[in-house]
Structures are given as C-alpha cells and as structure tokens.
C-alpha cells in the first residue's frame, strides 16, 4: 500500500446525513434531508439551496447537474430539475416511490425508483418513453454505449438496450447491489458482500475482485484506479488490473458517496455525519 497521504480538504454541514455528492468545475453540490445545496469548491461557502418545497423530511437521494439545471432525486418520489443559478423549480417529473437515483444524458432522464423501475424520461415534456423492469428497487444507473445499467436490490444488475428495452445480459451478485459505473468495455459494481467486482461486459466473466470489510455504497473509475466507497468509514483507492490496495482514506462516518471531478484533480467524498471530503487524486 501506498504511503501517500494527501492533504485532504473538509467541508462540514449542520445536517445529520450527506446522501449524495456532485462536483463539476467550481462548485459541489450534496443531498441531504429536504434540500440539496450547492457550494464552492475553494472556500467551501455556500451558494444556493434547492429546497423540496415544504416536505423538509424527504431526503434528496441523487442529484446530476447539467449546463443551467441541477435535478434531484428524492423520498418524495418526485424529481425537480431547478434553475442551477436562480433555485427555480423547472419541471417536475413524479413517480410512485421513492426515488434513489437520476442521471441526464442527451436530453434524456433517467431514474432509479423504489417501484423496480429505471425509466427514460424525456426532459422538455416529461413523457416517460422507455421503461427497464427490475425485481426490486433500483440504486444505481449507468448509461454507456446505447446500453443501460442498473443495480438492484435483488443482487442483479441489468444491462438493458436504451432503444428497444431489450434485455441484453445479467450479472448476478450475492447480495443488493448499491452502485454501478462502466468504464472501458468494462462494468465495476459495488455489493452488500462487502466486494467490489469487475465484469468483461461482451461475456459477463468476473475479472476482478475488491475485497471490502463492510458494504460498499459507492464507487468511481478514473484511469487505471477504483475509488470505493464504504459502510466501514473508509474510502479505499485500487489499482484496477492487479486489485493490488494502494490506499486507505479513513472517515469519521460511513461513507454514502464518491465522485470524481476531473476538472479538479480530486474526488469527493459524503458521509453519514454531514461532512464533505475532498482528497486530490
């Protein structure tokens, strides 16, 4: 393991429970109970809130930004997309259950939602024009290559046709899976066994394996290294074709999120005690 320490940067909130982190450029954006908020990178100084109107207890699960808008998704079962600069409410896009995840691409939603559905929503007139069946409810959501993923709680995650809706291939995990990426023809997936995996996506061959100690919530590929992110309060940095550990970030609570932002040379990091990390990569 690398002896390595960055000088890592801490940004605490007064709320109970970072569900999410986004960071793009300057600013990083979390979800927490009843809002989602947007900060500077830099100074850590707050900038806006996006609020759920007045239902303060519906946790925001995700959130995505994209040129002017910031979409969230949240335990209401709705979907906002707000005005990124002025906090307006856009549009709102609802579902049936509580919805834990939403990514844009194109001008296309998608959402992972408590019912067992990942939907593609259309962004200017809220139809819904595909919907991807699970088993049970859905935590993660990834777009690549003309295809859709997702990770279930039923252990499976899917790999669907965006177009047709076709199913296109299964990779079955012991347990609930919390988190999917795909990177470089290959498919990474984050398991309440405690293992992060590796997947050949053309023939579903296990590749590799990430031994964890507790669950893994989160996890991001940037180059040749898996970032995870995990019940155990600890981020943990792999090198992605030996699965040789090369570090361990310890945090003070269990860590919910973990993204990369490129544009900044760090991830970030959200925990369940309401601080933000950033760790230069």
């Not at 990426?181 to 296990?206: K, L, P, Q, W």
Request: proline fraction near 2%.
């Amino acid at each position: 393991m690398s002896d390595y320490i960055p000088i890592i940067k801490e940004y605490p909130h007064k709320c109970c429970n970072v569900k999410c982190v986004f960071a793009i450029n300057d600013y990083f954006y979390i979800g927490r109970n009843g809002n989602a908020s947007k900060f500077k990178i830099t100074t850590g100084e707050f900038i806006m809130e996006y609020s759920n109107n007045d239902i303060f207890h519906s946790s925001v699960n995700s959130v995505y930004v994209k040129n002017d808008s910031i979409f969230t998704g949240s335990d209401d079962g709705i979907v906002r997309m707000f005005d990124i600069e002025t906090g307006e409410v856009k549009m709102e896009y609802e579902h049936n259950m509580p919805v834990y995840y939403v990514l844009v691409c194109d001008n296309y939603l998608f959402t992972g939602c408590g019912d067992g559905i990942v939907r593609k929503i259309n962004i200017d007139t809220g139809e819904v024009e595909m919907e991807y069946q699970h088993n049970r409810l859905v935590w993660s959501v990834c777009v690549s290559n003309g295809s859709i993923f997702a990770g279930c709680g039923d252990g499976m995650v899917k790999m669907f046709d965006i177009e047709t809706g076709d199913l296109q291939k299964v990779f079955p995990h012991d347990e609930h899976v919390r988190t999917v990426c795909v990177s470089n023809g290959r498919i990474f997936t984050g398991c309440g066994d405690g293992m992060a995996r590796m997947f050949d996506i053309n023939t579903g061959e296990t590749l590799m394996e990430y031994p964890h100690e507790d669950r893994v919530r989160s996890l991001c590929v940037i180059g040749n290294r898996l970032f995870t992110g995990c019940w155990d309060k600890k981020v943990r940095m792999f090198d992605i074709e030996t699965g040789k550990l090369k570090n361990v970030f310890p945090h003070t609570d269990i860590v919910n999120s973990v993204c990369v932002c490129e544009s900044n040379g760090s991830i970030f990091t959200g925990h369940r005690d309401g601080m933000v990390k950033k760790i230069p990569i």
